[in-house]
């Protein structure tokens, strides 16, 4: 019975972070509609449109047309946007549409921002389809009742996808964005379906969030999420917008990944459910935050995560040494009242039981994972997909079954009590460890735990295991609560991998510690609840390794390319992949060469397959100086840069010893602050106008500089006498696939 009661909890805590039902066309008209929103899919969204692209023309003049209906004030924005992150700097010509509704008070406006360009590789329905439609329909909507008394703009961003362009452009235009300001919502996708969670707040959400849990109809949002989305190299438009100094909220869903960028990403993949969850709470909060007066909007960060479903806790930092204090507190008077009447003693064992707990489940986990990629080998899917659920939730089953052996051995003499006891005391102490390390993650600490002590405290006055056990579900209840949805959440985000079962390991531990009296219940005897527990895990680890495989649902993604070096008159194809797969062996063979092909990959000394190709007459980009001077140590070369056979990119590859300090496109600058990699300086620009663009470099040395040059185009040229099948379904172009490359090199 025990069972079945953690089993429907675990259960009960998935379901209630799940989007809400779709909203049909005949919903009343002040209401989200997902259907409403994704009729507009098809005129804009059902190929791909990249920037630069006709098709992203064509996008941008439906979404115009489209606001100006609804009764915006619209203009195009056309800016130039670089983005750095380290030896990559990415810079290109974005088109920004900006929409302006007048609100009755003419005052700080709400700005609801998502960018319409998509990938080359995909028609983009969801990255970020769903976020635009999601912005038109919310301002339908909005459009049937009263004005809102706070201004509202919609900002669209072009060239999202190669670097955040559009987004850093604008913030470069407007540095007096948060002056006119108040709330920024930015709306993204990192897959087709599920739950939208507000992932990333602007500094200082003290005020924010609590706002956040008041007007969103479903709000699903956790500050450990965003305390380690600071840390992680992710980006998007809202990093660029947060320059400016605005107050802001991120949004985005991210099951299905395996759709993302790539043509899977199709309004018959998109779920209706996650465009009414984005929807809905865009609607709710634009109402709200459009009738308030948007000052004062920053206090101290807080903590904050789901509890029940879609209700949010909210509390300030202060909170958590409260929570420290009330769990030691706690485990003190369970220490002393027990010490009193004799019921336990701590010793060495119950405390290094954690330790070794902590280290048979993760280790028995991770290693498992090893073999079973030996197993499978290059037919392991990337995402949530339903195999690697099957692998997780395998995987999942073994770290039970050694956790539960190894308790149950530290716990046979002692006792469950005793046990319990000591693995909460050093629960407790990393509970503190991580509020000081990442106080914005403390809750997934401390909240089992102090239920955990409040467990051990009431469950001295039971003298039978089954009233231990049922004081466990203190513990246990409110912990899987937690933990459940979050573990899902890491699997999801961050892919079946060693990281999201380090992370499930963690959790599982931690549950088993704080609720270890009703686990001991549960599992006697022992050694049969672990052989159930492993053969349930052999057997869902045997039904995902078999549905493991590239399929037409499931394409395995490759990359090739056409590249041709003018200077040596010669061409290869080149792949970054490991291997050659069906597809790629017509153009590489069977035996191409692995390693660096500097001349065919401008510069770059990434590994890579290659084999010579046909050699096809293509015109090159071509470089000129414009002036090139001394100022203070600091030598300014600006050079005049074509493309040729209208290709959308450029690239200009510098060697690592540059001493770049900063780079100017189309007078347009950007500081370099130099990682410490000894990478090559890559510089990438998209939307390349056909009079070509302008880069100045200000760098000390050397002299005389290398500097590699290259434009792509997509598709490969025509060889004469040559065909090619096309891929099967099984497979797919990856990012960067299928383009012609051609490449020369300077000397300045």
């Keep these: ?51 630069g692209s006709e098709t992203n023309q064509q996008a ?64 983009g329905a969801a990255d970020d389809g769903a976020g635009v439609i999601a912005i038109l329909e919310t301002v339908r909507a909005l459009r049937t009742g009263a004005p809102l008394q706070n201004d509202l703009v919609v900002l669209l961003t072009d060239g999202e996808e190669p670097g955040l362009l559009g987004a850093a452009g604008f913030a470069a235009d407007h540095p007096d964005l948060a002056a006119r300001v108040g709330v920024v919502l930015n709306l993204e996708a990192r897959g087709s379906s599920g739950p939208a969670m507000m992932f990333e ?54 099951e299905t990944f395996q759709n993302y960028h790539s043509r899977l990403d199709t309004k018959e993949a998109l779920d209706p459910r996650s465009v009414q969850h984005l929807g809905a709470n865009a609607l709710g909060l ?7 007066p948007l000052t004062n909007l920053r206090k101290p960060d807080c903590v904050y ?57 993760a280790g028995g986990m991770l290693l498992i994972w090893e073999g079973i990629k030996l197993v499978i080998g290059d037919s392991l899917l990337v995402g949530d997909t339903l195999s690697n659920q099957l692998l997780f939730g395998g995987l999942i089953a073994i770290g039970f079954a050694l956790g539960t052996v190894v308790l149950a051995a530290f716990g046979s003499k002692p006792g469950a009590r005793q046990l319990h006891a000591g693995l909460l005391l050093v629960a407790a102490v990393l509970a503190t460890v991580v509020a000081v390390l990442l106080p914005g993650g403390s809750y997934l600490f401390q909240w089992p735990v102090l239920f955990g002590a409040g467990s051990l405290l009431l469950g001295l006055n039971s003298k039978s295991p089954i009233g231990l056990t049922l004081w466990g579900l203190v513990a246990a209840i409110p912990s899987i609560l937690i933990l459940a949805p979050i573990t899902y959440f890491f699997f999801v985000v961050l892919d079946l991998n060693l990281v999201s079962l380090l992370v499930a390991s963690i959790l599982l531990s931690l549950l088993l510690a704080v609720a270890w009296p009703i686990f001991d219940f549960i599992i006697r005897p022992w050694r049969g609840t672990a052989i159930s527990a492993a053969l349930l895990a052999l057997a869902l680890i045997i039904s995902g390794a078999a549905l493991s495989h590239s399929s037409a649902p499931h394409p395995r993604r490759d990359t090739l390319l056409y590249s ?42 990434r590994n890579c397959l290659s084999a010579d190709a046909p050699l096809v007459n293509l015109e090159a980009p071509s470089a000129s100086v414009v002036s090139d001077r001394m100022k203070d140590a600091v030598r300014m070369l600006r050079l005049h840069l074509v493309p040729a056979r209208h290709a959308q990119t450029m690239v200009v590859r510098l060697p690592a010893e540059a001493d770049l300090r900063s780079v100017t496109w189309n007078d347009r600058t950007r500081e370099i602050h130099a990682s410490e990699d000894k990478q090559p300086w890559s510089l990438r620009y998209d939307a390349v106008p056909p009079e070509g663009v302008d880069l100045e470099l200000h760098l000390r040395g050397p002299r005389p500089l290398q500097v590699w040059l290259a434009d792509w185009s997509p598709g490969f040229p025509e060889i004469a006498g040559r065909t090619y099948d096309p891929r099967p379904d099984d497979l797919m172009a990856d990012g960067g696939s299928d383009i012609t490359l051609v490449g020369r090199q300077y000397t300045f």
Excluded at 286 to 292: A, D, E, K, M, V
């Design 201 to 254: 707040t602007s500094d200082q959400n003290g005020w924010l969030v609590p706002e956040l849990a008041r007007a969103a109809p479903y709000p699903l949002a956790s500050s450990l999420t965003y305390t380690v989305y600071k840390i992680l190299p992710n980006d998007t438009d809202l990093s660029e917008l947060k320059t400016t100094g605005v107050a802001a909220f991120n949004f985005a869903f991210t």
């Design 286 to 292: 634009t109402r709200h935050f459009g009738n308030l």
């Design 60 to 123: 941008r003049e439906y979404l115009v047309e489209t606001l100006r209906a609804l009764g915006a004030e619209v203009q195009v924005e056309t800016t130039t946007g670089i983005h750095a992150r380290g030896r990559f700097v990415r810079a290109g010509t974005a088109q920004n549409i900006l929409g302006r509704f007048p609100g009755s008070a003419n005052s700080r406006a709400v700005m609801l921002v998502a960018h319409y360009d998509s990938v080359p590789e995909g028609p």
């Design 564 to 605: 041709l070096n003018v200077d040596q008159r010669k061409a290869k194809w080149v792949s970054y992949d490991e291997a050659t797969d069906s597809w790629t062996r017509q153009f590489l063979g069977t035996n191409p060469s692995k390693g660096s092909a500097v001349a065919f990959t401008v510069g770059s000394d």
């Design 305 to 361: 995560f789901n509890w029940l479903g879609h209700r949010l806790l909210v509390y300030p930092m202060w909170v958590v040494w409260v929570l420290a204090v009330a769990t030691f507190a706690l485990l003190g008077f369970a220490f002393a009242l027990a010490r009193r009447r004799s019921l336990m003693k701590l010793t060495v064992a119950s405390l290094g039981a954690f330790f070794v707990l902590l280290l048979a489940v």
């Design 1 to 51: 019975m025990f069972s079945l009661v953690l089993i429907v909890v675990a259960d009960w805590a998935l379901y209630g972070t799940r989007p809400p039902r779709a909203e049909g066309l005949q919903a009343p008209l002040d209401q989200f509609s997902a259907a409403r929103a994704m009729s507009h899919l098809p005129h804009f969204a059902a190929r791909p449109h990249p920037i």
